[in-house]
């Protein structure tokens, strides 16, 4: 579910499960933790790019299959990777991203979006709230307001928008994507490991207590949601191919 590929000092790691949009089930979260651990531990490898194979980035969290074995690592242990990877991590976002596969943005270094890929964080609109520390990164890159409309909204973000917002670095050309964004990790492999790790320490150091804590925090008030009434009237609109109505909740 992740394919790796290796270029002189930076490595590329493929979301490969395009037949379900690259979502997230235990199975892929458990493969780009091990993938990340190990390429924190390498030291021939100095800056990680993660991209999605097919026409989208990833479709979020896998409903579907997400209970069908029990994870190593699971979502805590991958974002916990995350906020220890001690090297740049870019993502080159080649199309649809939902969900975590929008959030993941506030987790990374660099964003680099396809002209045609958009986000989106639908938590709203499935009676939900926001995950992955977003409550905290989006802010941070985005400013309240344009954090609060992302999050709040439910509404698709495309490309321009996210730059515009602060939500991606650069928009590319569709296909030029891959070549622009390992153009980038070059220059940034070029460093010495050592100024690249102290600098990426130094960057995260002071975030990664709150991160932790707003994700905690948003984990207990997505329990709170769950299966509430505007959440189990998400998934009945869904069901039904209609609307959800949400006037009385």
């Excluded at 790691?13 to 933790?33: C, I, Q």
């Amino acid at each position: 579910m992740i394919s790796v590929t290796d270029n002189d000092a930076v490595r590329s790691l493929l979301l490969d499960r395009p037949e379900a949009l690259n979502a997230f089930n235990n199975a892929m979260f458990d493969g780009l933790t091990d993938a990340l651990l190990t390429a924190a531990d390498d030291d021939s490898v100095k800056v990680v790019i993660i991209s999605g194979a097919g026409r989208a980035f990833s479709a979020g969290l896998d409903l579907a299959s997400n209970g069908d074995d029990k994870p190593k690592h699971g979502f805590p242990g991958l974002f916990e990777a995350f906020l220890e990877f001690p090297k740049p991590i870019l993502l080159a976002i080649n199309g649809l991203g939902v969900g975590f596969g929008c959030t993941v943005c506030g987790l990374v270094d660099l964003v680099f979006m396809a002209e045609s890929a958009r986000l989106r964080c639908p938590f709203s609109a499935l009676g939900l709230t926001a995950e992955a520390a977003s409550t905290v990164t989006f802010p941070a890159l985005l400013g309240h307001q344009a954090a609060t409309w992302a999050l709040m909204s439910s509404e698709w973000l495309d490309a321009d928008t996210c730059q515009r917002m602060g939500l991606a670095f650069r928009v590319v050309a569709d296909d030029e994507l891959l070549q622009v964004t390992q153009r980038h990790a070059e220059i940034l492999a070029a460093q010495p490991l050592a100024s690249l790790m102290t600098t990426k320490e130094l960057l995260m150091a002071p975030r990664r207590d709150a991160l932790r804590e707003a994700d905690e925090i948003e984990g207990a008030a997505m329990a709170s949601l769950s299966g509430g009434a505007a959440n189990l009237e998400a998934i009945a609109a869904f069901k039904q191919k209609r609307p959800a109505d949400f006037t009385e909740l």
